[in-house]
Nanobody, 114 residues
Framework: QGQLVESGGGSVQPGGSLRLSCAAS????????MNWYRQGPGQEREFVAS????????NYADSVKGRFTISRDNAKNILYLQMDNLKPEDTAVYYC???????WGQGTQVTVSS
Protein backbone atom coordinates (compact mmCIF):
# COMPACT_ATOMS: atom_id res chain seq x y z
CA GLN A 1 0.00 0.00 0.00
CA GLY A 2 1.52 3.28 -1.09
CA GLN A 3 1.85 6.23 1.25
CA LEU A 4 2.78 9.91 1.05
CA VAL A 5 3.73 11.88 4.16
CA GLU A 6 4.24 15.65 4.01
CA SER A 7 6.32 17.69 6.46
CA GLY A 8 7.90 21.11 6.76
CA GLY A 9 4.86 23.31 7.13
CA GLY A 10 4.60 26.06 9.71
CA SER A 11 4.02 29.75 10.29
CA VAL A 12 6.13 32.38 8.59
CA GLN A 13 6.02 36.12 7.99
CA PRO A 14 5.38 37.57 4.52
CA GLY A 15 8.55 37.42 2.47
CA GLY A 16 9.78 34.36 4.32
CA SER A 17 10.62 30.87 3.07
CA LEU A 18 9.69 27.29 3.81
CA ARG A 19 10.65 23.96 2.29
CA LEU A 20 8.06 21.22 2.23
CA SER A 21 8.98 17.56 1.91
CA CYS A 22 6.88 14.58 0.86
CA ALA A 23 8.24 11.14 1.75
CA ALA A 24 6.94 8.38 -0.52
CA SER A 25 6.79 4.67 0.24
CA UNK A 26 5.12 1.51 -1.01
CA UNK A 27 5.28 2.30 -4.72
CA UNK A 28 7.88 2.97 -7.41
CA UNK A 29 8.41 6.67 -6.73
CA UNK A 30 11.15 7.09 -9.33
CA UNK A 31 8.84 6.16 -12.23
CA UNK A 32 5.94 8.46 -11.27
CA UNK A 33 5.26 12.10 -11.96
CA MET A 34 4.39 13.99 -8.79
CA ASN A 35 2.29 17.02 -7.93
CA TRP A 36 1.81 19.58 -5.18
CA TYR A 37 -1.66 20.93 -4.50
CA ARG A 38 -3.01 23.30 -1.86
CA GLN A 39 -6.33 24.19 -0.29
CA GLY A 40 -6.82 27.58 1.33
CA PRO A 41 -9.51 28.41 3.89
CA GLY A 42 -12.92 28.20 2.26
CA GLN A 43 -11.38 27.43 -1.12
CA GLU A 44 -11.21 24.46 -3.43
CA ARG A 45 -8.05 22.42 -3.72
CA GLU A 46 -5.83 23.83 -6.48
CA PHE A 47 -2.80 22.74 -8.45
CA VAL A 48 0.53 24.25 -7.42
CA ALA A 49 3.30 22.41 -9.28
CA SER A 50 4.20 19.18 -11.05
CA UNK A 51 7.39 17.36 -11.93
CA UNK A 52 8.14 14.44 -14.22
CA UNK A 53 9.58 11.16 -13.02
CA UNK A 54 13.17 12.08 -13.85
CA UNK A 55 12.90 15.66 -12.64
CA UNK A 56 12.09 17.25 -15.96
CA UNK A 57 8.79 18.52 -17.37
CA UNK A 58 8.13 20.96 -14.55
CA ASN A 59 5.01 23.11 -14.45
CA TYR A 60 3.77 25.75 -12.01
CA ALA A 61 0.55 27.56 -11.34
CA ASP A 62 0.82 31.18 -12.43
CA SER A 63 0.31 32.30 -8.84
CA VAL A 64 3.57 30.69 -7.67
CA LYS A 65 5.84 31.01 -10.73
CA GLY A 66 9.17 32.58 -9.84
CA ARG A 67 8.64 32.00 -6.10
CA PHE A 68 8.22 28.22 -5.68
CA THR A 69 10.54 25.46 -6.88
CA ILE A 70 9.56 21.80 -7.13
CA SER A 71 12.25 19.13 -7.06
CA ARG A 72 12.73 15.48 -6.19
CA ASP A 73 15.34 13.04 -4.94
CA ASN A 74 14.61 9.65 -6.46
CA ALA A 75 17.35 7.98 -4.42
CA LYS A 76 15.58 9.04 -1.21
CA ASN A 77 11.99 8.84 -2.51
CA ILE A 78 11.33 12.44 -1.48
CA LEU A 79 9.49 15.25 -3.25
CA TYR A 80 10.24 18.86 -2.29
CA LEU A 81 8.62 22.25 -2.64
CA GLN A 82 10.85 25.24 -1.90
CA MET A 83 8.65 28.26 -1.24
CA ASP A 84 10.26 31.72 -1.24
CA ASN A 85 8.84 35.23 -0.94
CA LEU A 86 5.73 33.82 0.69
CA LYS A 87 2.55 35.89 0.68
CA PRO A 88 -0.53 35.76 2.94
CA GLU A 89 -2.51 34.30 0.04
CA ASP A 90 -0.18 31.27 0.09
CA THR A 91 -1.77 30.25 3.40
CA ALA A 92 -3.20 26.77 2.84
CA VAL A 93 -2.89 23.10 3.56
CA TYR A 94 -0.35 21.72 1.08
CA TYR A 95 -0.71 18.20 -0.28
CA CYS A 96 1.52 16.02 -2.40
CA UNK A 97 -0.02 13.74 -4.93
CA UNK A 98 1.05 10.76 -7.02
CA UNK A 99 -1.64 10.80 -9.70
CA UNK A 100 -0.83 7.53 -11.42
CA UNK A 101 -0.70 5.74 -8.07
CA UNK A 102 -3.93 7.47 -6.98
CA UNK A 103 -2.31 8.66 -3.76
CA TRP A 104 -2.65 11.84 -1.70
CA GLY A 105 -0.75 12.80 1.41
CA GLN A 106 -2.44 13.97 4.59
CA GLY A 107 -1.36 17.58 4.10
CA THR A 108 0.80 20.08 5.97
CA GLN A 109 -0.36 23.53 7.07
CA VAL A 110 1.41 26.65 5.85
CA THR A 111 0.41 29.97 7.41
CA VAL A 112 1.81 33.27 6.17
CA SER A 113 0.97 36.16 8.47
CA SER A 114 2.56 39.18 10.06
Amino acid sequence: QGQLVESGGGSVQPGGSLRLSCAASGFTFSTRSMNWYRQGPGQEREFVASIGSSGGTINYADSVKGRFTISRDNAKNILYLQMDNLKPEDTAVYYCRAPSARLWGQGTQVTVSS
